[in-house]
Structure formats: C-alpha cells, structure tokens
C-alpha cells in the first residue's frame, strides 16, 4: 500500500448530476479512513494504458464500465464496480434495484389503466438492460403481450436522446397511451418533443423516468420517476474497497441500493389524490383536528418532495407544527408563533415542494381547516385573521418560489459569465502566451495542473508541466517544464490543503484529446458537489476549448518550425541558385584571343542578361578576339535565345571581337529569319568541331579566308 492511502474512481463522466451524488457518497465514506479521493474521466483500459495515478492508488472504484478491471486485479488492485457486474468473481459490484424499480413503474401505469406502453433506453448500458427485463416482466405478470414495436433504443442517456425517442415515436404512429424512459433526462427530453408537438401529459400520453433527478421535480408537469440512493451506492462502494484494502472477505453479489417510485403528476396523479400508504395516514387515535391536518399536509407535502420517501412523514416537513399553531392562533385571536419561524417554514415547504400545483394545494388545504375552525368559533374578526393568516402564507410561498426562480436566474447569469471568461482565457489570451488556467478561480476550484505527454521514460508516460494554479495560493506550484512520470502526477506535495483526506475537495483528472490522439492532462482540484452546481456538459466543452487551446499552440509551434525550415531551404536554394548563376555563362579561354561560352539549358530574360554581362566582362579583362558561342545545350532556340545571341554578338562587335555561334541548325537559323530577327554580323556553325577547325585554319598562312557571315 502506498504511504499517501487514495482510491481512484474511473468513469467517463465526472461532472454530472448522478456522479455527484454518487462522489459524494464515496467521499464521506474515504474521508473516514483517511483516504483521499482521485476522480479520472476514462475507461480501465485508457488507465491502465496511460499509467494515470497508478502509483498513487491502492484500490479502485469503476463505473459503468467494467472493462479492463482485471488488468488492476491481475496486479493485486482490488476493484469495487458500480452499476456494471462483472463476470469476474474477484470484484464486488454495487449497483441501483434497477429490476425492481423499474417493474413498480411499470405496475403504476398499469394500475392507471395503461397497456399500450412504450419504453426508451440504451440498450448498451448493463443498467437499462436491468430496466427494460423489469418492463418485459411486469407486461408478462399482467398478461399483457409483450410488442417489440413500443421498444425504442437510443444512443445515451442524454435528453436529446430523449427526444430523438419521441419524435421517432411520433414519426411512427404506434398507438400508445404511456412511456418509461429508462433514464430522466431521457424522460425530460421526450417531454420536451411531446409537448412541442401538441401531446398533453399526461391526458393523452402519460410519462415516467428513472433517478429523480432535481430537473424532473422542476419539470411541467412534475415527473414520475424512479428514485435512486446516489449516495448509498457511493458511500457502499467506498466501505466496500475499503474492506477489500484492510483484508476483510467481502461477498461479491448483494450490494443492491433500494428504489422508490415517486408519483408526480406526468403519469396522472394529483396531489391528495395519489393512494395513501400507512405513513401518510393520520396517527391512530388521533386527539384532535390538528394532528389529522398534520398528516393530510404532509401527505400533499411526500407527493412531490425532494426527501426521502423511506424517512418517517414528519421529517418531510418538521416545521408543520408551527404552521398549525399559527392557523389556530389566527382563528382563536391568542398570539401567534414568531414571524420568522413562520416565514422559514414556508421556505423549508417550498424548498422541498418544486410543485407550485401542490404547494397551492397545501395552502388551500390550509384555508379549509381554517374555515372549518370559524364554523366552531362564528366569530367575524376570526375569519378577518384567518384569512390574513392564508394571505401571508400565500405571499410567503410566492416570495419564496420568486427568491428560488431568481437565484437559479442569476446562475444562469453567471454560467454566462463563466463561458465568456472561459473562452477568453482559452481561445483569445492563451494564444498571446497567457494563461490557460486562471478561469479555475471563477469555477470554486483550489487548484489546477495542465500537463502534457512528452518523450516517455523506461518506466512508462510521462508529463511535461504546462501551467499550475492555485487560486487560494495555498500550495506549491511546480514550475513550467517539470518532467514527472503518469503514475506519479498529481503528487501531494504540490496539492493545497482542500485536497488532503480531511478536507472536502476532490482531485479529478481529465485526459486531453486532439485529433491525432492524446494530447495532456488537466488536474483539478474542486468541491465535491458540482461547482455551482454546473452541468456536466459545460465542463466537457471547457475540456474541448483548453484541449482545442493545445492543439492551437501546438499548430502554432508546428507552423513555426517549419516556416523556420522553409526559410532556411529557401537560404540553401538561394545559395545554390547563385552558384548556378555563377555557372550559368561559363567562359572558358580556349587559344590567346578566343573565348568559349557554352550554354546549357533555357535561357530566360534574367539569364540572358547575365550571359550579356559576363560576356562583355570577360572579352574587355582577356582582350579576347573571338567569341565562340555554343547554344547546341539550349534546348529551345526561340525568340528569347535569338535576342540574347543578337545582343551579345552586337556589343561584343564593338569591343571588336567576332562573334561565331555554334549549334545553329539551318531550320533554326531560318525560324530566327522568319521572325524578322537579323543574325548579320554573326558567323555560324552547326558544330563546335567544325568552327574550331575553321579558326585553326584561317590562322595559319595561307589559309582560307574565313566564312560567311550570315
């Protein structure tokens, strides 16, 4: 075991609601025993592959997706798996009743007289697998014949897969009257798509979900779903591999968290309609009114409450007590409990009742009790109290529902702000070499490191530091260039205290990806909780821009290189062009008084022009008499190449020097005529052995005298 004790948690989401909850659950349980909590979005495989934290790490918690484990088992790491059994008889797996909720949902929509009902999920998930056995069994228990065209499979739990469902059973036509999405934001966005398309829920098609996540409580209408003890799975998983670490035998089936059906009104409940169970009853032997009003608020308070349904009724609302207190004292004129208690149980109320249908309904329910007190009393002045009583509770409830619409407003607001903060830092500052973390400190987070792959050692990956911050300045930064292997990253030395076991914080480890594979890692220290509450899909895009941000800089880098390399080939080609230039018009002294000029290959303006230059340099510096020009390397004698030839021959002329041209065919000589260029005062060759021969000649006494000139 390592001395700095951790568990490390592999999943591939790390921000969203449910892995949240469930960190939570696993936190409380580490912190216990000491141990810190890492937290890496990615799969066994890429883990085991990449080396992330494996020296850090004595045991390891997987979730949602198994494979791979026995690469950690294989190497004396125990495993706890979560919602994903493996077949490996070495790992617990902790896993939601998913069988079992999903067949109460089933039943419920049953009961409502529903037959015709539809079911969404992904199918390639071992939990909605669960969920969709529990939906084929609760059709078989009820005797209705099981139609494999109400199945509906999509890619994820995401609501627009949610709403691709819908609108692919719209598209359809399939008669049905109900839906169970196997998930609630799948459920959220079938709503979506539903109600967009004119269907009333639940009139004409009811809908439930599975995980009673905090959005299905705020839904319109509120959403039937499943709930799940996120925190249970968590805080068992955790205590599990912590047995598993200390040496106690631990079972590895059994571990199942219990689920509640929580009826809202989308699969057609009311609030104070839904069945009463023995808790939402009135205590037995009940003294007086007031106990019987206690259970009946109560009752509409467990119909759309954010508590747990398993807890004892009075927990739901403990301050219920003083609410009736405050009725009867209106009705009866004795004085009333204090201001602020009364307006702080409203608050409590409408905290844990997202409903306003059923926090009206608790209020009216209220009014009835005081009239019914008024009926009794036949007092005038009461009724004027009570109905001053019911007026403030309704402003209190109001104010309260305003302050939470408000507050989740400024969020909004300020998520905003983030984003553009955010982009700032990561597309526009970053590119000037600024920094690529400082936006962390707007996120609640203590601490951040951005590392990215480099040369690997013998021992395996390793990361070269880009950047760390820490926000509270509470912890060592390593500096720019540090080398440190991936099985050691993040070290505790460089962690602030939030990060340590006693503390609240979470280290979580997000790979970064380009197109051409990995490309770092980005180290975060944050709240265990979602910081401000943020979606897990606003941290994926911020991972996309700082990974897009690398990619950046490393094309910037790349381009950088290779305009470097482009300058310094275009410096060798100018070095060579000048040596070809120099050798472009060599003039080679071949008798006193005669030069040679061969020329190879085409012969442009600037070529002929540097031809005319060295020709004329070279007759004044060798007071050469004769000029023996050899085009027969020109591959085309065109216009081009006459006006040089005419050019050179003319002030060589001058400077009193003949002007032979060798290599001059007799169709070229005529082409050249043809276009009106005059070749006179040049004498011409078709061969340099002949012209060589002719000037031998003509030098010797008696010779013949010299040809033609054309």
Same mark, same amino acid.
């Given at each position: 075991?390592?001395?700095?004790?951790?568990?490390?948690?592999?999943?591939?989401?790390?921000?969203?609601?449910?892995?949240?909850?469930?960190?939570?659950?696993?936190?409380?349980?580490?912190?216990?025993?000491?141990?810190?909590?890492?937290?890496?979005?990615?799969?066994?495989?890429?883990?085991?592959?990449?080396?992330?934290?494996?020296?850090?790490?004595?045991?390891?918690?997987?979730?949602?997706?198994?494979?791979?484990?026995?690469?950690?088992?294989?190497?004396?790491?125990?495993?706890?798996?979560?919602?994903?059994?493996?077949?490996?008889?070495?790992?617990?797996?902790?896993?939601?009743?998913?069988?079992?909720?999903?067949?109460?949902?089933?039943?419920?929509?049953?009961?409502?007289?529903?037959?015709?009902?539809?079911?969404?999920?992904?199918?390639?998930?071992?939990?909605?697998?669960?969920?969709?056995?529990?939906?084929?069994?609760?059709?078989?228990?009820?005797?209705?014949?099981?139609?494999?065209?109400?199945?509906?499979?999509?890619?994820?739990?995401?609501?627009?897969?949610?709403?691709?469902?819908?609108?692919?059973?719209?598209?359809?036509?399939?008669?049905?009257?109900?839906?169970?999405?196997?998930?609630?934001?799948?459920?959220?966005?079938?709503?979506?798509?539903?109600?967009?398309?004119?269907?009333?829920?639940?009139?004409?098609?009811?809908?439930?979900?599975?995980?009673?996540?905090?959005?299905?409580?705020?839904?319109?209408?509120?959403?039937?779903?499943?709930?799940?003890?996120?925190?249970?799975?968590?805080?068992?998983?955790?205590?599990?591999?912590?047995?598993?670490?200390?040496?106690?035998?631990?079972?590895?089936?059994?571990?199942?968290?219990?689920?509640?059906?929580?009826?809202?009104?989308?699969?057609?409940?009311?609030?104070?309609?839904?069945?009463?169970?023995?808790?939402?009853?009135?205590?037995?032997?009940?003294?007086?009114?007031?106990?019987?009003?206690?259970?009946?608020?109560?009752?509409?308070?467990?119909?759309?409450?954010?508590?747990?349904?398993?807890?004892?009724?009075?927990?739901?609302?403990?301050?219920?007590?003083?609410?009736?207190?405050?009725?009867?004292?209106?009705?009866?004129?004795?004085?009333?409990?204090?201001?602020?208690?009364?307006?702080?149980?409203?608050?409590?109320?409408?905290?844990?009742?997202?409903?306003?249908?059923?926090?009206?309904?608790?209020?009216?329910?209220?009014?009835?009790?005081?009239?019914?007190?008024?009926?009794?009393?036949?007092?005038?002045?009461?009724?004027?109290?009570?109905?001053?009583?019911?007026?403030?509770?309704?402003?209190?409830?109001?104010?309260?529902?305003?302050?939470?619409?408000?507050?989740?407003?400024?969020?909004?607001?300020?998520?905003?702000?983030?984003?553009?903060?955010?982009?700032?830092?990561?597309?526009?500052?970053?590119?000037?070499?600024?920094?690529?973390?400082?936006?962390?400190?707007?996120?609640?987070?203590?601490?951040?490191?951005?590392?990215?792959?480099?040369?690997?050692?013998?021992?395996?990956?390793?990361?070269?530091?880009?950047?760390?911050?820490?926000?509270?300045?509470?912890?060592?930064?390593?500096?720019?260039?540090?080398?440190?292997?991936?099985?050691?990253?993040?070290?505790?030395?460089?962690?602030?205290?939030?990060?340590?076991?006693?503390?609240?914080?979470?280290?979580?480890?997000?790979?970064?990806?380009?197109?051409?594979?990995?490309?770092?890692?980005?180290?975060?220290?944050?709240?265990?909780?979602?910081?401000?509450?943020?979606?897990?899909?606003?941290?994926?895009?911020?991972?996309?821009?700082?990974?897009?941000?690398?990619?950046?800089?490393?094309?910037?880098?790349?381009?950088?290189?290779?305009?470097?390399?482009?300058?310094?080939?275009?410096?060798?080609?100018?070095?060579?062009?000048?040596?070809?230039?120099?050798?472009?018009?060599?003039?080679?002294?071949?008798?006193?008084?005669?030069?040679?000029?061969?020329?190879?290959?085409?012969?442009?303006?600037?070529?002929?022009?540097?031809?005319?230059?060295?020709?004329?340099?070279?007759?004044?510096?060798?007071? $050469?008499? #004769? @000029? /023996?020009?050899?085009?027969?390397? !020109?591959?085309?004698?065109? *216009? +081009? =190449? %006459? &006006?040089?030839?005419?050019?050179?021959?003319? $002030?060589? #002329? @001058? /400077?009193?020097?003949?002007?032979? !041209?060798?290599?001059?065919? *007799? +169709? =070229? %000589? &005529?082409?050249?005529?043809?276009?009106?260029?005059?070749?006179?005062?040049?004498?011409?060759?078709?061969?340099?052995?002949?012209?060589?021969?002719?000037?031998?000649?003509?030098?010797?006494?008696?010779?013949?005298?010299?040809?033609?000139?054309?």
């Amino acid at each position: 075991m390592s001395r700095d004790r951790a568990i490390g948690i592999m999943c591939p989401d790390i921000w969203g609601a449910y892995f949240c909850q469930v960190l939570g659950g696993i936190q409380s349980a580490a912190r216990r025993f000491g141990y810190r909590v890492i937290a890496i979005r990615s799969s066994p495989r890429d883990v085991h592959r990449l080396k992330l934290a494996r020296g850090l790490i004595d045991g390891w918690i997987a979730a949602v997706d198994p494979t791979g484990i026995e690469l950690f088992l294989d190497a004396g790491q125990p495993v706890v798996t979560l919602s994903a059994p493996s077949r490996d008889a070495r790992c617990p797996c902790v896993l939601p009743d998913n069988h079992g909720g999903a067949l109460s949902a089933i039943h419920h929509l049953i009961e409502h007289g529903h037959r015709r009902i539809v079911f969404a999920g992904n199918m390639a998930q071992g939990d909605i697998r669960q969920r969709f056995k529990a939906y084929q069994d609760a059709l078989a228990a009820r005797g209705i014949p099981f139609d494999p065209g109400l199945v509906i499979e999509i890619p994820d739990n995401e609501r627009a897969s949610g709403q691709l469902a819908a609108k692919r059973l719209l598209a359809s036509g399939a008669p049905c009257t109900a839906m169970f999405v196997a998930t609630d934001q799948g459920a959220l966005g079938a709503m979506d798509t539903l109600l967009a398309a004119g269907r009333r829920i639940p009139e004409d098609i009811a809908l439930v979900g599975f995980d009673d996540i905090e959005s299905a409580r705020y839904a319109a209408p509120p959403l039937t779903t499943v709930r799940q003890q996120f925190d249970w799975i968590g805080r068992t998983a955790a205590q599990l591999l912590i047995d598993r670490l200390a040496g106690v035998a631990v079972p590895g089936a059994g571990h199942v968290a219990p689920t509640t059906l929580i009826p809202r009104r989308s699969c057609g409940c009311v609030p104070g309609g839904a069945r009463r169970d023995r808790r939402s009853r009135p205590p037995e032997g009940a003294a007086d009114w007031k106990d019987t009003l206690a259970g009946e608020l109560l009752e509409l308070m467990s119909f759309s409450a954010a508590s747990d349904r398993g807890a004892p009724q009075a927990h739901t609302w403990p301050e219920v007590a003083e609410v009736i207190e405050g009725l009867e004292a209106a009705a009866r004129g004795a004085p009333p409990p204090p201001r602020a208690a009364l307006a702080r149980a409203w608050r409590q109320a409408v905290h844990q009742m997202p409903d306003v249908d059923a926090l009206l309904l608790l209020v009216d329910r209220l009014e009835r009790a005081g009239r019914a007190l008024l009926r009794a009393e036949g007092d005038a002045a009461a009724e004027e109290r009570v109905a001053a009583y019911v007026r403030q509770a309704r402003r209190d409830v109001m104010a309260c529902r305003v302050a939470i619409e408000r507050a989740r407003a400024d969020y909004l607001n300020g998520l905003l702000d983030i984003n553009l903060v955010v982009r700032k830092t990561l597309l526009e500052d970053a590119d000037g070499g600024g920094s690529k973390l400082s936006w962390l400190s707007a996120l609640q987070m203590s601490w951040g490191c951005l590392g990215v792959w480099d040369t690997p050692s013998e021992s395996g990956p390793v990361l070269r530091i880009v950047e760390s911050a820490c926000p509270g300045g509470q912890a060592a930064s390593p500096p720019a260039g540090t080398r440190i292997a991936a099985e050691e990253f993040p070290p505790r030395a460089w962690l602030p205290a939030s990060a340590h076991p006693e503390d609240d914080h979470v280290m979580r480890l997000l790979p970064l990806r380009g197109e051409d594979g990995e490309r770092g890692l980005l180290a975060i220290s944050a709240p265990v909780s979602s910081p401000l509450g943020l979606d897990h899909r606003d941290m994926a895009m911020w991972v996309a821009m700082l990974s897009t941000s690398l990619e950046r800089a490393r094309l910037i880098e790349s381009l950088i290189a290779q305009e470097g390399q482009a300058r310094a080939a275009y410096e060798r080609e100018r070095a060579l062009a000048d040596a070809v230039r120099r050798l472009g018009c060599p003039v080679i002294p071949l008798d006193q008084g005669v030069l040679l000029v061969p020329l190879i290959g085409a012969i442009d303006a600037g070529r002929a022009g540097q031809v005319l230059e060295v020709v004329l340099a070279e007759i004044g510096r060798q007071e $050469a008499e #004769v @000029l /023996l020009m050899d085009i027969t390397g !020109v591959p085309v004698a065109d *216009p +081009q =190449v %006459a &006006q040089s030839l005419l050019k050179t021959a003319r $002030a060589a #002329v @001058l /400077l009193g020097a003949e002007v032979i !041209v060798v290599g001059m065919r *007799p +169709q =070229v %000589a &005529q082409g050249f005529t043809q276009l009106g260029i005059d070749l006179h005062g040049m004498t011409l060759y078709p061969t340099l052995g002949k012209a060589l021969t002719a000037l031998r000649n003509r030098r010797r006494p008696g010779s013949e005298p010299r040809a033609p000139r054309a």
